[in-house]
């Protein structure tokens, strides 16, 4: 069952960070006491009643089966998953933990935890000859933050100021990728995040700017209005055919019969039109005679 978690937990490693801020009960007050652990670039704390250890310019803490880290004696600490724990941290020999869990009990002293047998195999796989490693060509350890001896109690900075203290005080740089990742990826958590308006003010905003542009927009300005003769024109046109054809007499006489209950002025001039048109019929006649 355990073997079953474990695999689980590193398969979530596979999408999420190697690290994950976390709150766990680690205090320590003071500045503590460290000695180096013989043959290897690492160092302890004897008189803390922790497993706390110094390695590649970071702290570390195996507290309740998890490995923690830190850039500040006293955190805040920062939860390192398996995969990500660096090799010499890992090669620390048994007798150099304070407070060892129960099964540490069965394994020698002078060697490292059994981290494959605790992990199971597929971590094993993964971090194959982890324990192997030539004793003569260990790296010198890395320079202790000793200016943090003067941080301590009410002086002990909050987080979004270690950085910049440690910056200024500890030129070290980490030679393990694994240790490099743990310090870079706290400072980009810690960079600005550009502002956001608030979701109403910003659909307002969207309203506005949309309702300007379609005012402003050329297709949706009001067409000019057109004048009276423009705007029939059209009609004009359709009625001229019918005003070059000039109707006969006849038709012109049906035409302008009067409509019963017409005005009796409309009726005079129906009647005068009537007697020019026979005058006109007259003269054509008398034409025609004249010409035979």
């Known amino acids: 069952m355990r073997h079953l978690l474990i695999a689980l937990w590193m398969l979530f490693l596979s999408a999420s960070s190697a690290f994950a801020q976390v709150s766990v009960s680690i205090n320590v007050s003071l500045f503590p006491e460290l000695v180096r652990v013989p043959g290897y670039p690492v160092y302890y704390a004897p008189r803390l009643g922790t497993n706390f250890f110094f390695y590649d310019g970071l702290y570390w803490v195996y507290e309740g089966d998890n490995w923690y880290a830190s850039s500040w004696y006293n955190g805040p600490w920062r939860l390192v998953f398996p995969d990500y724990v660096p090799l010499f941290v890992l090669r620390i020999p048994v007798r150099y933990y304070v407070s060892p869990p129960p099964y540490f009990r069965h394994w020698r002293a002078d060697g490292p935890p059994r981290w494959g047998q605790h992990w199971g195999r597929d971590w094993e796989r993964q971090r194959r000859g982890w324990d192997r490693w030539d004793r003569k060509a260990a790296p010198a350890p890395a320079p202790l933050p000793t200016y943090q001896r003067k941080y301590s109690g009410d002086r002990y900075p909050e987080a979004d100021r270690q950085q910049a203290l440690h910056s200024q005080n500890y ?40 309702e300007d542009d379609f005012r402003r927009s ?75």
């Open 171 to 210: 030129r070290y740089r980490p030679r393990e990728a694994n240790v490099r990742r743990q310090i870079q990826e706290p400072a980009a958590q810690r960079a600005p995040t550009p502002r956001r308006e608030s979701a109403p003010a910003l659909r307002d905003e969207r309203r506005q700017r949309g």
């Open 218 to 292: 050329p297709a949706n300005a009001e067409p000019p209005r057109q004048r009276g003769p423009v705007a029939q024109e059209p009609m004009l046109r359709q009625q001229a055919p019918a005003q070059r054809e000039r109707p006969s007499p006849d038709a012109r006489q049906e035409n302008s019969r009067p409509a019963p209950g017409a005005p009796q002025e409309s009726r005079r001039g129906q009647e005068k039109e009537r007697e020019r048109d026979k005058g006109q019929g007259r003269g054509q006649e008398r034409g025609q005679e004249h010409n035979r």
